[in-house]
């Protein structure tokens, strides 16, 4: 615990060098291209306007738990991609990123920590560039906002704690198990389908498999998801008592992701 | 007062990747057993035990040849790398010129770039905007300065890196190898900047293989072989002995290679008679270039000495030589001249020679026999010199002629150039004034 802390104190006296490289990895993103900060509008846009198209139109799914209508069921949907989005760009990118930056940790004294960290806070901030676009959708596709949507930020904070445990722990095996980076490509697909981002827990076919349910239950990240569907969807509470546990799990996981981070700090000079 | 202070320092590497190190992902994972402790062969010590201080204000060097460890001990006291064995004492804010640019991202203006870089050297946002202007001036890249760094080229490249990294203004200064891309305008001013750091009473380590600027600037000198300090102290008397060490080295080398590759012909020694001679004539016809003759009179073995007659390749260029000639005549001559030639590496004749240039008057040659020339002073400048040697008629029919088959090397620290080094003095009227070189 008292190593937690300290390191905490490290991040922070860092905060200046994380928000630079987070400026810079969000200037460089679009850097050269004619859209520039655009596109991190544009595409959720698009995506949205895909989703619309493929299960309002095409798939035409009806289920009571969702709503009747095409334009809900792409409501829904995105409301859980857009933070899958930023959960699963995040962890992909740390399994790289030691190694990209290789040259800054073999070369300066830099605080390796930092390159996790910045990869999941630029793209908290693309997921919050594209959340205006959700926000519109909502009453667009006809759902009214209600007092409980202010709760959002508690739902953020939760995933990003998850995400930066996630990412630092992933970051640092990678350097050492490089297989890692293949095996959490096919990870992400699997766990996105466990998760309900296209179909939700309340749905009827689901009731008559409750092991099932019990499962997907013990994914971290259905309660996040969950959690922007109470607050944006449904316009309900959010669930404090699961949300309150996978803060619980989220915290224990930054508090190992780190662990084993620092446990493998000196070597990364030399393997990355 | 010790601005640096290593005591016992070692730093070993693995020789393998880092899958080896781990028993398996299970056990890394369950046990928490990151590290299996590693059998000494798998490992390769980079720096061995290594103590040395370095005082405040001033200007430390340190040589060796690659791989003796120098840039680890240099990553050891900037805290990038961590000592397995030892402590690393330091005093004062560090600013290591190890890479540099290392961090520029290319998509981004060099504008962006100085920023972002000078806050990852510990810079706040204030001073890189007081340094700003400093910076670029002194990277002379004001029109660039806006311009994505992937367009720069790996001069500007530099500059701005050395720039920035010279301006965070640090206590202590790590400079590796890194003025070695510079361009003949920018490195005087970098050394400017590293002089007048040394005047500001500043620690400056500095690794080079630029003996001439270690002996130069340096307060002391350490060498370092094989990961230890083989001497440390004054810079000329540390660099004298890294010099000779280095000379022995090659002369080691040289030695090798002649046994590894022995000089054409000697296979066809001790063979006697027209045929032997035919064959070997033939059996070398791939290597026609190299020697050619019928060997009537045969060179069998060329040997370099120094004057006092110690077998040896490697030369300062004021020394003699001798070549020495082993000559089989296999039948009785009374015609042969005796010549040498000395090329450079770009072919070009240095000098040559041969009896009957210089008169003399054949009489007669038949078996075994020594010829050599003792050549009093070299008068060479650096570089790998090869030696023609041969035996032939008057009218140029060779009976042997051996081309560019042996080599040797001429070394010093002076870097004059030229294709000889004529002897010569120096001489000033009393109005100027000039300081001697130390001798």
Redesign the interface.
């Given at each position: 615990m008292k190593r937690l802390a300290a390191n905490l104190r490290e991040l922070y006296k860092h905060r200046?060098?994380i928000r630079?490289?987070v400026g810079?990895e969000l200037?460089?993103r679009y850097?050269?291209t004619i859209l520039g900060f655009f596109w991190s509008f544009l595409n959720p846009l698009l995506l949205m306007i895909v989703y619309t198209v493929v299960f309002g139109l095409i798939l035409n799914p009806r289920d009571l738990a969702i709503g009747d209508t095409a334009w809900l069921y792409a409501l829904y949907m995105f409301c859980g991609v857009l933070p899958w989005t930023w959960f699963s760009s995040s962890s992909l990118e740390s399994a790289n990123v030691l190694m990209i930056?290789g040259?800054?940790?073999?070369?300066?004294?830099?605080p390796a920590e930092v390159l996790p960290v910045v990869t999941v806070t630029s793209n908290l901030l693309n997921f919050l560039f594209g959340l205006p676009i959700l926000l519109a959708f909502v009453p667009i596709m006809g759902k009214r906002f209600t007092v409980y949507a202010l709760f959002l930020p508690v739902v953020i904070l939760v995933q990003y704690v998850f995400t930066l445990g996630f990412s630092l722990l992933i970051s640092a095996l990678t350097?050492?198990?490089r297989d890692i980076k293949d095996v959490l490509a096919n990870l992400m697909t699997f766990w996105f389908f466990s998760t309900p981002i296209i179909y939700s827990l309340q749905m009827q076919a689901l009731q008559r498999v409750p092991w099932v349910k019990t499962l997907l239950a013990l994914n971290p990240m259905t309660h996040v998801v969950e959690g922007y569907h109470s607050c944006l969807f449904y316009g309900e509470l959010i669930h404090w008592k699961k949300l309150g546990v996978t803060l619980l799990v989220s915290l224990v996981l930054f508090w190992a992701g780190y662990a084993v981070f620092d446990?493998?700090r000196?070597?990364f000079?030399?393997?990355v | 007062m010790h601005a640096i202070e290593l005591e016992g320092v070692s730093r070993a590497y693995q020789k393998y990747s880092a899958r080896h190190r781990f028993q398996t992902f299970k056990s890394a994972i369950v046990k928490g057993d990151f590290f299996r402790s590693l059998k000494p062969d798998e490992l390769v010590t980079a720096v061995d035990g290594v103590s040395l201080q370095v005082e405040k204000g001033t200007t430390f060097g340190v040589i060796g040849s690659n791989g003796s460890g120098k840039s680890t001990l240099l990553k050891l006291i900037a805290g990038i790398a961590k000592p397995t064995a030892g402590t690393v004492k330091v005093e004062g804010k560090i600013s290591a010129l190890i890479e540099l640019g290392a961090g520029f991202h290319p998509e981004i203006s060099g504008r962006e770039n100085v920023s972002i870089n000078g806050i990852m050297l510990g810079l706040t946002k204030k001073e890189v905007q007081r340094k700003f202007g400093e910076i670029v001036r002194f990277a002379e890249l004001e029109d660039f300065i806006d311009a994505p760094v992937k367009t720069y080229s790996s001069g500007m490249y530099m500059r701005l890196g050395f720039s920035i990294a010279i301006n965070v203004n640090p206590d202590i200064l790590l400079v590796d190898e890194v003025l070695a891309v510079g361009d003949a305008a920018f490195v005087p001013k970098c050394l400017d900047r590293i002089d007048d750091f040394r005047r500001r009473k500043k620690t400056i380590l500095f690794v080079s293989h630029d003996l001439a600027t270690v002996a130069k600037i340096c307060d002391r000198v350490a060498w370092m072989k094989d990961g230890r300090i083989r001497m440390i102290g004054d810079p000329k008397r540390v660099v004298d002995a890294y010099l000779q060490d280095v000379a022995a080295a090659q002369e080691e080398e040289f030695r090798e290679r002649m046994r590894a590759a022995p000089a054409p012909g000697a296979e066809a020694a001790g063979g006697s008679g027209e045929a032997a001679a035919a064959e070997a004539g033939e059996a070398e016809g791939a290597g026609r270039e190299k020697r050619w003759g019928k060997r009537e009179a045969e060179i069998r073995k060329v040997v370099l000495r120094g004057l006092s007659g110690e077998e040896k390749h490697v030369f300062h260029p004021e020394e003699g030589m001798t070549v020495e000639l082993d000559v089989v005549a296999r039948e009785s001559l009374a015609d042969f001249v005796f010549g040498i030639g000395i090329f450079n590496s770009l072919g070009t004749l240095c000098y040559g020679t041969n009896t009957q240039i210089e008169e003399w008057e054949p009489v007669s040659l038949s078996g075994e026999g020594k010829a050599s020339c003792r050549i009093e002073k070299l008068n060479l400048v650096n570089g790998t010199y090869y030696l023609d040697v041969a035996v032939h008629r008057r009218d140029g029919y060779p009976y042997d002629y051996h081309h560019n088959l042996y080599s040797f090397l001429v070394s010093s620290t002076l870097r004059d150039e030229g294709i000889v080094r004529l002897p010569h003095r120096w001489a000033f009227s009393p109005d100027i004034r000039l300081k001697p070189p130390e001798k």
């Open positions: 200046l060098l630079t490289l810079r200037k460089a850097r050269g930056n040259n800054l940790i073999k070369k300066i004294l830099f350097v050492h198990f446990r493998l000196d070597s000079p030399e393997e | -």
